[in-house]
């Protein structure tokens, strides 16, 4: 018997499992980009991530992908600071934890990453 983790350079989640769509809103974004200063410093929580991961932990970056509707949106750069596996059984693990962002991608690069970095079909543009 044996386990499955598997390892992770993007952190990609909806905003029911805690992505911070009430500061990084990409209408807002769009009109006046939002600034690395709005939430420099500031941990983030995440929750609910279906199975047993292991994100690269800090000072090792990783990306941060915004899940709308299964599809993805690239916002930029982070840092994972604490990360819990939790489950009885390997179908029912669920990965936590908190991050920093340390990078807001501006909105045009954000788009190109989007499209050139979603799996297929994925993209949100």
């Not at 044996?2 to 009109?31: C, V």
Request: hydrophobic share 30%; net charge positive.
């Amino acid at each position: 018997m044996g386990s499955l983790i598997e390892f992770n350079d993007t952190l990609q989640i909806t905003a029911e499992q805690g992505f911070p769509e009430n500061i990084l809103n990409l209408e807002r974004h769009r009109k006046k980009p939002i600034a690395l200063k709005e939430v420099v410093n500031k941990i983030f929580s995440f929750h609910g991530k279906e199975g047993a991961r292991l994100f690269h932990p800090a000072p090792t970056r990783c990306f941060l992908v915004q899940n709308i509707g299964g599809k993805w949106l690239y916002w930029g750069k982070i840092l994972v600071v604490e990360q819990t596996i939790k489950g009885e059984t390997k179908e029912k693990q669920t990965t936590s934890g908190k991050y920093k962002i340390i990078e807001v991608y501006e909105p045009r690069y954000q788009e190109q990453v989007t499209k050139r970095e979603s799996p297929k079909g994925k993209s949100y543009f």
